[in-house]
């Protein structure tokens, strides 16, 4: 399968937790994006890598969050210190220079 | 920034019906249009997209059409079978000049047999 891959799928975790998320794009895409998506609403921007320089962050980022995409491959998201308003399903989406952008599965994190 | 309007947020019809989603969107300079389908735990799949040079588009069962005068684009799916039951977004890139986009909230689609 040659699409983009998401790790973990599920992730349950307890307040004040730090989480971590991968993500895998497309091989040849060098555009890299990591959405939020919770129930009932479409998915938010939070983050945009071109190959391994973060070159845009919504204003939904605070500073608990962090991404990285250090060889500009592979990304990660981490979350610190998780609060129950984090739950959500976050979505990671690779393109090309076009503007079509491709989804994984997503992770669905739970935080108690 | 952009605001992408959806409506309607549920569509229910019979097997065999068209069903039309209709989005509105509200940064004029916007040029790419594209829908998604997402099933129950799964990711946003393109289905189809448009860009701001094109009126209308279309593949097979599934076509879009863009008004850039009214800023408004609309999903069309004729024949509509029981596996086109999921939630379909809309969503228009903003130009921010990174290609991000904004999304509508989601129709959910009930195709009855």
């Known amino acids: 399968d040659t699409g983009v891959s998401q790790d973990p799928r599920h992730k349950i975790t307890k307040r004040g937790q730090n989480v971590t998320f991968r993500c895998d794009p497309i091989s040849e895409h060098n555009r890299l994006y990591w959405y939020r998506q919770t129930l009932g609403q479409g998915p938010e921007f939070l983050t945009y890598?071109?190959?391994?320089?973060?070159?845009?962050k919504s204003r939904l980022l605070s500073d608990r969050f962090s991404a990285e995409r250090p060889k500009g491959s592979f990304s990660t998201l981490e979350i610190q210190r998780t609060e129950q308003g984090d739950s959500a399903m976050y979505l990671c989406?690779?393109?090309?220079?076009?503007?079509?952008?491709?989804f994984g599965p997503g992770t669905r994190l739970l935080v108690l | 920034g952009e605001n992408v309007e959806q409506h309607p947020s549920t569509l229910s019809v019979q097997e065999g019906d068209s069903a039309v989603i209709k989005c509105t969107y509200s940064d004029s300079a916007s040029n790419y249009f594209p829908w998604y389908k997402q099933e129950l735990g799964k990711g946003p799949q393109l289905i189809i997209d448009?860009?701001?040079?094109?009126g209308e588009k279309k593949d097979q069962r599934i076509a879009v059409t863009l008004n850039k005068t009214a800023k408004h684009f609309s999903l069309h799916i004729t024949e509509t079978q029981p596996e086109d039951s999921a939630v379909y977004f809309c969503?228009?890139?903003?130009?921010?000049?990174?290609?991000?986009?904004?999304f509508g909230k989601g129709t959910m689609l009930l195709v009855s047999p």
């Open positions: 890598f071109q190959n391994e320089a973060q070159l845009e």
């Open positions: 448009i860009r701001s040079n094109v």
């Open positions: 969503a228009a890139n903003p130009l921010s000049g990174y290609s991000t986009l904004t």
């Open positions: 989406a690779s393109s090309s220079l076009s503007e079509t952008q491709y």
